[in-house]
C-alpha cells in the first residue's frame, strides 16, 4: 500500500535548521510531487510548500521563501524538508503528503518539531 | 492568497444526525477543493476532492457539494469514529501552486 514514513521527533534552539525525511513506498516515487504541511500546536494547517519528485521543481509558500529548501532523493525514494533560522513559532507537527494532482493523498505520520532555548 | 473560511469553528452532533459543515472561499476556486478529517493525534485524511468526489474507501455517507466560493461537506448519519476535525483545501490558484486550508470544524458529540 501507498506509504509515507517520517523521521523522528526533534528538538531544537531558536536560529538552529531542522532536515525532516518522509520516506516513499508502495508507489512509483518519480510519478507523484511531495507536499509538505505544518500544524501549530492546537492550529490548522499550513501548507509550506511543494516539489516534483520527477525533476526537482520547487514551490515554496511566501512566508518561508528563502527559510526552507526541499529536496529529494530517488535512489531511496525519500524525501526532504529542510527549515532554517528556527523561530518558537515553528515549533509544529510537519507532515508531508503525496500531491496527487493537487489534493493530499496519503499523508505521513508527522514529526514533532519543537523549537526551545 | 485565497482565504477559507468554515463555519460553524464547533458543531455539536448526536450520532445518527446530520452534520453540514460549511467553507466559503474568497474568490472563485471552481470545483478545486478537498475536504480532510483528522482525528486527535493523527494526520489528516483525504475524504472529498474536486468538491464532490469521495476518495477511496471514504463512506458513502460522506458527501460533498458545492463550486465556485460556496462548499459543504455533509456527514448524512454520523458514526462515533466521525467525530474530528475537518479542513477544506483549495487547488485553485496555480502556477505557482498557493494552496490554503479553512481553519477547520470541530464535530463533537452533543
Known amino acids: 500500500q501507498v506509504q509515507l514514513v517520517q523521521s523522528g521527533a526533534e528538538v531544537k534552539k531558536p536560529g538552529a535548521s531542522v532536515k525532516v525525511s518522509c520516506k516513499a513506498s508502495g508507489y512509483t516515487f518519480t510519478s507523484y510531487g511531495i507536499s509538505w504541511v505544518r500544524q501549530a500546536p492546537g492550529q490548522g494547517l499550513e501548507w509550506m510548500g511543494w516539489?516534483?519528485?520527477?525533476?526537482?521543481?520547487?514551490n515554496y509558500a511566501q512566508k518561508l521563501q528563502g527559510r526552507v529548501t526541499m529536496t529529494t532523493d530517488t535512489s531511496t525514494s525519500t524525501a526532504y524538508m529542510e527549515l532554517r533560522s528556527l523561530r518558537s513559532d515553528d515549533t509544529a507537527v510537519y507532515y508531508c503528503?503525496?500531491?496527487?494532482?493537487?489534493?493530499?493523498?496519503?499523508w505521513g505520520q508527522g514529526t514533532l518539531v519543537t523549537v526551545s532555548s | 492568497e485565497i482565504v477559507m473560511t468554515q463555519s460553524p469553528a464547533t458543531l455539536s452532533v448526536s450520532p445518527g444526525e446530520r452534520a453540514t459543515l460549511s467553507c466559503r472561499a474568497s474568490q472563485s476556486v471552481s470545483s478545486n477543493l478537498a475536504w480532510y478529517q483528522q482525528k486527535p493525534g493523527q494526520a489528516p485524511r483525504l475524504l472529498i476532492y474536486g468538491a464532490s468526489t469521495r476518495a477511496t474507501g471514504i463512506p458513502a455517507r460522506f458527501s460533498g457539494s458545492g463550486s465556485g466560493t460556496e462548499f459543504t461537506l455533509t456527514i448524512s448519519s454520523l458514526q462515533s469514529e466521525d467525530f474530528a476535525v475537518y479542513y477544506c483545501?483549495?487547488?485553485?490558484?496555480?502556477?505557482?501552486?498557493?494552496?490554503?486550508f479553512g481553519q477547520g470544524t470541530k464535530v463533537e458529540i452533543k
Open positions: 503528503a503525496r500531491e496527487h494532482r493537487r489534493w493530499f493523498d496519503p
Open positions: 516539489i516534483s519528485a520527477y525533476n526537482g521543481n520547487t
Open positions: 483545501q483549495q487547488y485553485n490558484n496555480w502556477p505557482p501552486r498557493e494552496w490554503t
